[in-house]
C-alpha cells in the first residue's frame, strides 16, 4: 500500500471507529440524525483527508488563508462524505454530494437530504430521509455582537420581545435565534438570499417556507442539545418523527466515544 493510500486508510479507521463507539446508523426514513464532533480529533490524519474530497472541495480547500480554516472544513467535508455512503449503503467515491446554484447541498438521484455547518474546529453534519433538512452550530458566547444586528435578522416583534433582556441573557436568546433561523434557511434551501429579518423563528415551533422558496414547505425548527460552549439548531419537515443527536468525542489514543440521545421533534 503506498504512503498516500495508507494514509487515507488511518483515517477512514479511525472515522469508522469514532461512528462504531457512536452505536450510529442511518436513521430510518421519517428520522433524521445530527453529528457534532471536533475537527481536531482528526488531526494526526489531516495529510490524508483531501484524498476523499472532490476536486471542488480540494480546490475551496485550499482557498483558505489559515490552517485555521483549511482543516475543518477538509476534515468536516471528509466525515461527511464517509457518514453520506454509510448513509446511502455505496461507496465513498460515488456519494453524489453536490451543491445546487444557491449553494446548498443536494444528494441527486436519492430520497437523502444532508446539511452541514461548521463553527471554528466544530462540525455539525445531518442526515435523514426527507423532503429537506438544515442544521447549523455556533460558538457561544459569539464573537458577533449580535443586539447591533437584531434589526438586520430579527423580526420587529422579535426586536421588541428581545430588547428589554439584560445584554448577556439577550446575547445568549439572539445567539439561539440566529441558529434556528441559518437552520430553517439552509432546509428552505435559500440560504441568505431570504431576508432572516421577515422570518419569525421561535424555539420549538412550525414555520412556513417563505415565498422566495417556490414551494410549500413547512418545517419544525428546534434547538439542539449542546454543551454550554456550543449552540445548535435543527430544522426538518414538520411530520419528522424523531432525530438523534451523536456527539463524537475522543476518549484516550485513537479510541472515540459518543453520547446519543433520541428526541422527539413533534410540536406539542
Not at 422579535?158 to 430588547?163: G, H, K, M, T
Not at 432572516?196 to 434547538?223: F, K, L, Q, Y
Amino acid at each position: 500500500m503506498s504512503q498516500p493510500a495508507a494514509a487515507t486508510n488511518a483515517f477512514l479507521v479511525a472515522t469508522q471507529r469514532a461512528l462504531d463507539y457512536a452505536g450510529f446508523a442511518p436513521p430510518s426514513p421519517g428520522a433524521t440524525c445530527v453529528l457534532v464532533f471536533d475537527s481536531t480529533l482528526w488531526n494526526t490524519h489531516i495529510a490524508s483527508v483531501h484524498g476523499l474530497l472532490n476536486a471542488v472541495e480540494q480546490a475551496r480547500a485550499m482557498r483558505f488563508r489559515f490552517e485555521r480554516d483549511r482543516e475543518p472544513y477538509a476534515v468536516g467535508h471528509a466525515v461527511w462524505r464517509i457518514v453520506l455512503a454509510a448513509c446511502l449503503n455505496v461507496p465513498i467515491s460515488a456519494v453524489p454530494l453536490v451543491s445546487t446554484a444557491s449553494g446548498q447541498p443536494h444528494l441527486p438521484g436519492t430520497r437523502w437530504v444532508t446539511s452541514l455547518s461548521h463553527s471554528g474546529s466544530w462540525v455539525a453534519i445531518a442526515v435523514g430521509e426527507a423532503d429537506c433538512i438544515g442544521v447549523d452550530i455556533e460558538r457561544s458566547p459569539s464573537q458577533m455582537n449580535l443586539s447591533a444586528l437584531m434589526p438586520r435578522f430579527c423580526t420587529p416583534a422579535e426586536c421588541v420581545q428581545l430588547s428589554g433582556l439584560p445584554t448577556p441573557l439577550r446575547e445568549t436568546r439572539l445567539l439561539a435565534l440566529w441558529t434556528r433561523k441559518e437552520a430553517l434557511l439552509k432546509a428552505f434551501g435559500t440560504g441568505l438570499n431570504e431576508d432572516p429579518a421577515s422570518m419569525a423563528a421561535a424555539e420549538n415551533t412550525i414555520v412556513a417556507a417563505p415565498a422566495s422558496c417556490g414551494r410549500t414547505a413547512v418545517c419544525h425548527v428546534r434547538d439542539l442539545d449542546l454543551p454550554a460552549s456550543l449552540v445548535g439548531a435543527l430544522a426538518v419537515p414538520a411530520g419528522a418523527m424523531s432525530h438523534r443527536l451523536y456527539w463524537l468525542d475522543r476518549c484516550s489514543n485513537d479510541v472515540y466515544g459518543c453520547n446519543s440521545a433520541e428526541t422527539s421533534i413533534r410540536s406539542n
